[in-house]
């Protein structure tokens, strides 16, 4: 059973930094997407950033780009988000997200299945 852990979150001050941290277990395979999503209080969940591993590819939503970088580390299996330059509008909920293969719309959060619980982010001074 796939199972994601997520930590990393926190109070931080407008145009600081955060790393949060997706730790995957019981993961098999080697072809995969990994996904990061945010959500406020009332509100639909937002893409933020995806990764496909079959190419290494990396998709992220407008608001964000430029500002926050996913990676990874296979050693660890563990999935990263940089998030600079934060603004108070980052505040949220952030969760990541996995699904086996290649999925066609990363940042819908549809395409996934396995899903962690999520870290609170607070931007604010």
């Known amino acids: 059973q796939l199972q994601l852990v997520e930590s990393g979150g926190g109070l931080v001050q407008p145009g600081g930094s955060l790393r949060l941290s997706c730790a995957a277990s019981?993961?098999?395979?080697?072809?995969?997407?990994i996904g990061w999503f945010r959500q406020l209080p009332g509100k639909e969940r937002e893409g933020v950033s995806y990764?496909?591993?079959?190419?290494?590819?990396?998709t992220y939503a407008r608001s964000v780009k430029g500002r926050f970088t996913i990676s990874t580390d296979d050693a660890k299996n563990t999935v990263y988000l940089q998030m600079n330059s934060l603004k108070p509008e980052d505040t949220a909920v952030y969760y990541c997200?996995?699904?086996?293969?290649?999925?066609?719309?990363?940042?819908?959060?549809?395409?996934?299945?396995?899903w962690g619980q999520g870290t609170q982010v607070t931007v604010s001074s």
């Open positions: 990764l496909i591993s079959s190419d290494n590819s990396t």
């Open positions: 019981g993961f098999t395979s080697d072809d995969f997407t």
């Open positions: 997200a996995a699904e086996f293969g290649s999925v066609l719309a990363g940042l819908v959060q549809l395409e996934y299945n396995y």
